[in-house]
Structures are given as C-alpha cells and as structure tokens.
C-alpha cells in the first residue's frame, strides 16, 4: 500500500485498521475455495462481504462468522455454480479488491438511468400492463427486476428515453409516468398500497426488492397457498445469559439464500455477533447469534413474531417458482409489451423477472407458473414458445446446485486439507470459547 506524504504514524495504522484485510485460499479445503475477512467492526460489514460474493453468483457452502468485541473475522467456503473451486484469476482479484474496498460501488451500471419502483398486488397479467404503459409513454426498459410473494409484487425497473437515449427527468414526464403506472397497479381493489416512485438514485437493485417488500409488510398477510413442504422452519430463542438472541434457519439451500436473510436480519437494525452456516445435500442450516444495534437482545413477544415472519419472508420471496424461460433476441421497443401480453393471453403468470439488455440485445429470464400458481402445461409453453419464436425463448430448468460431488469429495478428505479444515473450525470454536462466548462440551 503507498501512503500519501502528509499521513502521520497514526492516519496509517487507523487506515491499516480500518481497511478489512481478505485471504483467498485454495489448498485448504478440497472441494471449496476458502474466503477469509478480517477488519475492524461495523454495522453492515457482514452484508458487504455477502453481498460481494452474491453479486458474482458463487455458492456459499459453509460459513464461520464471528464479530463481538470490536473485531470481525468471516469465513467463506464458496464455489461457482458448478460446485468448482474458483481458479479464473480476474474473479479472486475481483473479490480481494471488493472486500479490501469499504465503500461498495453497488451501481451495477445503471448511472445515467431513471429508477422506477413499483410495488401493488399481483394479478395475471399485470407486468404486461406495466411494460405496455412504458412502451407508449416512449421508456426504453435496460434493466429489470421483479419479484412476487404472497400475493404482491415489487418491482424496480431502469429505464431511458427511446429517442435521446437520455434519463427521464422532465418534471411534468416523470409525473405523467407514475400516475399512469399508479392506476395499473391500483386495478380494481388496491387503492391504498399501490405505490410507485421516480428517482435518479443509483442502489443495490436486490437489496432494494428486499427493503420495498419489507416497508410493504406483506409479510404480515396470510400466505395465499397452503405452506409447502420445504417452507422454511425459523426458531428463535434467547441465551439469556451471554445476551443473546439465537436464531436458526433450515431451509432447501439455493443461491444467494445467505444474503437474503443477511440483509432481512441488517435493514432490521440487528448485529450478527456470531454465526455458522453449513450446507447438506439440498438443505442449508443456519445459525445467527444476534442483538439490537445497542447490545440488547429480542426482548417482547410481538418483535419475536414479526422476526420471525420477515425471516420466512426473505427465503420464500426469490425462491424459484414455476418454469424458467429464457428470451434472447434482439431488442427493440415495446419487445418487453409484447412477450408478456403473449404470456398473459396464454394464462401465465410470471412470478419473478430479470431483465437486462447489453449490446441491443435483450437477455430476459421469466419464471412462470399456470394462473393458479401450478406448474404450466407444457404445451402452452411450447405454444408461447412457437409465437415468440422458438429460437429467441428457450425452456431452462431451475438453477441446480451442485451438492453432490462436493458432499462426497469432503467426505473423502484425508490428509493436510481435511486436517486443516477441521483445525480451521476447531479454532473459531476455540477464540469463542477463550471469550467465554460458548461452553465447553468436553
């Protein structure tokens, strides 16, 4: 690190503290790459540490955390999607630079777009409704995100001027859209909670989802389905004598779940003291020693309740449902009007989106399920598929991540590695107990 002339002694060693300092291994673990952090503390860290990995769609298998006292040391096994360990030197770099870097550029490239969030009630067909609206108010969409719960739906969407290419930020425009966008999610019967708003503001598109669905308090409403068998089981109970609230989550594992609840747990002002996450087969286990911000733990009934339910929330609300669909085809204006009204002419209802375009061409994944939120006939996709084009929108099973191998490489570890690991564990256990933060079970 090179340090500016006029920097005394003590500017260094408070910079030196303060930057979180990352070590990636790969010789450790046989089947993960190891991504350890270690900086001084502070509310949020943990999410920008997730939120790192997240955002390049790495897996997280196992995680040790610890932040009491006025230190934080994260450890992540994380792997791609394929269950590989991580050997693309551009991505290890990526990820030491992100994590050493304590102001996250979290703008994905979006500066010098028109943010529009949109939350209401769901209903069939409602996104083409939406994507028509801004087709003929001349709103070129760049990139999208949309998610369904429960019966609402929340939205955030970048869009430009079709003719200038410009961001929209004509007062009397920007108006015009949100009333027009106001009255599709208003429908017949959702006068009050519709909501929609026009910004400039460049944010974290899906922690932003998560922050709109929480101010939403859907999670208050009564599930509109019966519970499924893999809804997620979320206890919490106090430690009353460490101060503690302890929370644990168990739940089919999937990508991106550790942000989720990470990021529930930090817009609802708690501190993740300790925490272990682990993975097994196709089920994830994790484990949150928590407090207030001013060190107390969960103190009423009514807070327990309502953690509780924001917590199922957040692991239900991206969860995958229904076939996957993947448009590529050229884009051009009002291609978003189009598809979706063929989707809803054919009984479909999206529950989840992700739009993005890169040079002129339109990359769009749509879950969709039948209008009774059942799997879809298959030949109503084919149906759909034949109208938009059989080339352009293809039919791509759910994301699978890949335990197996993993599972069985890390049950057959022997020798340093396996050594190494289980030391690495043992020693988090160890500092814990040394804090007298746990008991020992010998």
Not at 321 to 330: A, F, I, K, M, P
Request: proline share 2%; charged share 25%; hydrophobic share 40%.
């Amino acid at each position: 690190m090179e340090w500016h002339a006029c920097l005394d002694e003590y500017e260094k060693l408070v910079i030196r503290m303060s930057t979180p300092r990352v070590v990636i291994d790969n010789t450790v673990c046989p089947t993960a790459t190891l991504v350890k952090v270690d900086s001084a503390r502070r509310h949020g860290i943990l999410l920008d540490a997730v939120q790192v990995l997240t955002d390049l769609n790495l897996s997280i298998k196992k995680a040790y955390i610890s932040s009491d006292g006025q230190w934080f040391m994260d450890v992540f096994h994380v792997t791609d999607l394929n269950g590989d360990k991580l050997t693309d030197e551009s991505v290890i770099s990526y990820i030491e630079q992100s994590l050493e870097n304590t102001h996250l550029d979290t703008s994905h490239g979006f500066n010098g777009l028109t943010t529009l969030e949109l939350t209401g009630t769901d209903r069939i067909g409602l996104l083409s409704e939406v994507f028509a609206v801004l087709a003929d108010l001349q709103c070129s969409v760049v990139d999208a995100k949309v998610w369904t719960h429960n019966g609402r739906i929340a939205s955030l969407i970048f869009v430009k001027d079709c003719n200038s290419g410009s961001p929209i930020e004509d007062s009397q425009q920007i108006d015009k859209i949100e009333a027009r966008l106001r009255n599709v999610l208003k429908g017949d019967n959702d006068i009050r909670s519709a909501r929609t708003s026009v910004s400039m503001t460049v944010t974290h598109t899906e922690r932003r989802l998560h922050q709109m669905m929480f101010a939403d308090r859907y999670y208050e409403k009564m599930p509109i389905l019966q519970q499924k068998s893999d809804f997620p089981v979320v206890t919490l109970q106090n430690w009353v004598e460490r101060g503690y609230s302890v929370v644990n989550v168990q739940c089919k594992d999937r990508t991106k779940l550790l942000f989720d609840v990470v990021c529930t747990l930090t817009d609802m002002q708690y501190v993740v003291c300790h925490a272990t996450i682990k993975t097994s087969g196709d089920k994830a286990y994790l484990e949150f020693y928590i407090r207030h911000v001013d060190g107390t733990p969960i103190s009423s009934e009514p807070e327990r309740h309502r953690l509780i339910q924001c917590l199922q929330a957040a692991v239900e609300r991206r969860a995958s449902e229904g076939v996957r669909l993947e448009l590529h085809t050229s884009d051009k204006q009002g291609l978003l009007a189009d598809v979706t009204r063929t989707f809803r002419e054919n009984g479909l209802n999206v529950t989840r989106a992700e739009i993005s375009t890169a040079s002129d061409m339109a990359l769009n994944v749509f879950y969709v399920t039948d209008a009774t939120g059942n799997t879809a006939d298959p030949k109503i996709i084919e149906s759909v598929r034949q109208k938009i084009g059989l080339a352009n929108l293809k039919v791509k099973k759910l994301p699978l991540i890949h335990y197996g191998k993993a599972e069985s490489e890390e049950q057959q570890a022997v020798g340093v590695g396996g050594a190494v690991l289980l030391s690495l564990g043992s020693l988090v256990r160890r500092n814990l107990y040394n804090l007298g933060l746990i008991k020992s079970h010998s």
